[in-house]
Structure formats: structure tokens, C-alpha cells
């Protein structure tokens, strides 16, 4: 168990529809990371963030937004769902200050996410 | 200038062999390496990882072999069991300017143990 909790563990949902999915950090950790991985790809860095802030932003599309809170839970926004953003879903939680230690990333279980 | 390139894409090994899966960087700024394991269902979960300075780092059956000269790094896997059946990732950290560390993603092989 890595510390880090993510619910729902699956969601089913239509073609159009906005849906939230939440993760909860390692207790200390201050950064909150999000990746998708479909089956015939490897994981997608989404965007993080650091302590409430945007941090670093990967292939995230304008469909997606992502928050913070102050409470270090973060919710990824997925919006006018499509058919290809049918996939895993994870969050990854590292610990301090970008810059301190080596960043080492703890996983989430996951949502999976499927678009009918 | 900032990718991980790993091969194999995937690997089948026998019960008791030896699984090896490298991986290549071109950015001397990396500065620390982890691998990380994950099963089907799951999220992936820090194996084992190496600094530069270290040429091999070994966890039981997992050793981390690190070539700095060559910019490459290797994980093998000693009497590989059908547990080990998994997809793993290496990956490489990067210090950016300004002190953020970003952690750059190899794209994963998947291997499987036969019993």
C-alpha cells in the first residue's frame, strides 16, 4: 500500500459527460502528480501539482483541468468526454520541496475509466 | 535530449532465467534513476533505484547496473519467478534550472515468466 488513495476505483460514463476524480497524497507529501495510461501506451504525464500550485504541465488536453486543494487532495476534471479517454487514470504523490531528495513518485491504484 | 529509451518492448523468460531490461538517456543531467514495477490492474510501485555515482545497486534479485560513461542503465532480475510477471519502467530525474526535479519516463517493458 503506497499511501496514496484515489476514488472511484472505476467509472462508466457516456460520450460527452464531465467527470471528477480525486486522489488524496502520503500524508506529508506536498506534490500531487496525474498520468493516464491506455492499454497501447505507457504512462502519460498529465500535469502536477506542488503545494496548490501548477507545477508542470504535460500532454494534458484542454478538456482536462486539475486543482489542488488546500487540504493537498487534488481532483483531476475530465469534460465532453470521448471514447479515446477510456483508460487508467493514475495519481502519484512525492514528498517535500521540488528539489529535495530524489522525488521518488508513490503510485495510487487508479481509476479506470471507461466512456460508452 | 530528455528521453529514456528502453528495450525490450516486452521479454519472456523461463522460471529461474535471467530477465534484463535496459534503458539509454542522452542528458547528463539526470541524476538519479529508479525502476518501477507494475502489475495489471495496478498503479506502478518503486522497485529499485540507483544514483549516478553508484555503478550497482542490488535488492534481493534485482540489481540496478549503471554505465555512466555509456549513459546507460540496466535492470536484471536473478531467478526470475512467474511473480515477476509485470510491466517495468525505468525512469530518470531531472534537475531543471530554478532546482524542479521531473521525472522522465522510459515507455515501459512487459515482461513474462513462464513457469
Known amino acids: 500500500d503506497s499511501g496514496v488513495t484515489q476514488t472511484p476505483k472505476h467509472l462508466i460514463t457516456a460520450t460527452g459527460q464531465r467527470v471528477t476524480l480525486r486522489c488524496s497524497p502520503r500524508s506529508g507529501d506536498l506534490s500531487v502528480y496525474w498520468y493516464q495510461q491506455s492499454l497501447d501506451q505507457g504512462l502519460q504525464f498529465l500535469i502536477q501539482?506542488?503545494?496548490?500550485?501548477?507545477?508542470a504541465k504535460g500532454n494534458i488536453l484542454e478538456r482536462f483541468s486539475a486543482q489542488q486543494f488546500p487540504d493537498l487532495h487534488s481532483e483531476l476534471n475530465l469534460s465532453s468526454l470521448e471514447l479515446g479517454d477510456s483508460a487508467l487514470y493514475f495519481c502519484a504523490s512525492s514528498g517535500g520541496f521540488p528539489g529535495q531528495g530524489h522525488n521518488e513518485q508513490f503510485f495510487g491504484p487508479g481509476t479506470r475509466l471507461t466512456v460508452l | 535530449q530528455q528521453q529514456v529509451k528502453q528495450s525490450p518492448q516486452s521479454l519472456i523468460v523461463q522460471k529461474g532465467g535471467i530477465s534484463i531490461i535496459n534503458c539509454a538517456y542522452e542528458?547528463?543531467?539526470?541524476?538519479?534513476f529508479p525502476w518501477y514495477q507494475q502489475f495489471p490492474g495496478k498503479g506502478p510501485a518503486l522497485l529499485i533505484a540507483?544514483?549516478?555515482d553508484v555503478s550497482e545497486k542490488k535488492e534481493g534479485r534485482f540489481t540496478i547496473s549503471f554505465n555512466k560513461s555509456a549513459k546507460q542503465f540496466s535492470l536484471h532480475i536473478m531467478d526470475s519467478q512467474p511473480g515477476d510477471s509485470a510491466t517495468y519502467f525505468c525512469?530518470?530525474?531531472?534537475?531543471?534550472?530554478?532546482?524542479?526535479?521531473?521525472?522522465?519516463w522510459g515507455l515501459g517493458t512487459s515482461l513474462a515468466v513462464n513457469p
Open positions: 525512469a530518470a530525474i531531472l534537475r531543471n534550472a530554478g532546482n524542479n526535479r521531473k521525472l522522465i
Open positions: 501539482y506542488y503545494n496548490g500550485e501548477e507545477r
Open positions: 542528458n547528463t543531467a539526470f541524476d538519479y
Open positions: 540507483i544514483r549516478p
